[in-house]
């Protein structure tokens, strides 16, 4: 039996375990199971936390894996859920957080319902003849379109399968973005953290935006803001259940 605590940032959902003793690993094929929506509980993905080495600076260490079982350097909505579910086993009291990821060490805020985490640089990385590769801890592909609606976003994110693919459109709202997003190892879904990181630099980029960006996505809005010392993502995360799941 396996205790998991279900968050969900902007409809971007995770199921998460908080490893106490550090012995509870979450393989591959056990990640697929748990996020499966018809054989298994349902998610985007799986996080699992474990205490940080008191020298690292972190209050945890977070591994990530996608709905397909494979490993994933960090994720917004991923951590943003994290801090909520760290501060509400009282992990630590909060409102700052610090969660050790694959990407490096990222800090976090609770501002009530809002979140607000330390995403770290945007590295724009050029262009590929499609769009702008950006680099935020974990690979994005973003390509301006004139209707995110209307694009196959299925088909782009299988002609890029090791890459996280964003189709984005300034609205009449200034410095704001309609956005999709195609996740590495996942799919399609509501919403991607790092995602409109990696949008609103690479807008940022091409001139379309200013450096406080509004970015809507079927799930909702996130705020993101952008400056020399990195990017920070604002949005909400809720609990939604926990769960006891059997697991082979």
Known sequence: MMRLEKYQGLGNDFLILLDDEGTR?????????????????????????????????????????????????????????????????????????????????????????????EMGPAKVVGGNGEGTLVDMGNPHLVIVVDDPATVDLLALGRRHPDLNVEIIAPTFVPHSLAMRVHERGVGETLACGSGVCAAAAAAYDLGLVGERVVVYQPGGAAVVELSDDGVTLTGPALHVATIEAYVA
């Open 25 to 117: 690993p979450v393989d591959e094929a056990t990640a697929r199971a748990l996020c499966d929506r018809h054989l298994g509980v349902g998610a985007d993905g799986v996080i699992r936390a474990t205490r940080a080495d008191v020298a690292t600076g972190a209050h945890a260490a977070m591994k990530l894996r996608n709905a397909d079982g494979s490993p994933a350097e960090t994720s917004g909505n991923g951590l943003r859920c994290l801090a909520r579910a760290l501060v509400d086993a009282h992990w630590c009291a909060g409102p700052e957080v610090a969660v050790l990821t694959d990407a490096g060490l990222r800090r976090l805020r609770i501002l009530g319902d809002e979140i607000s985490v």
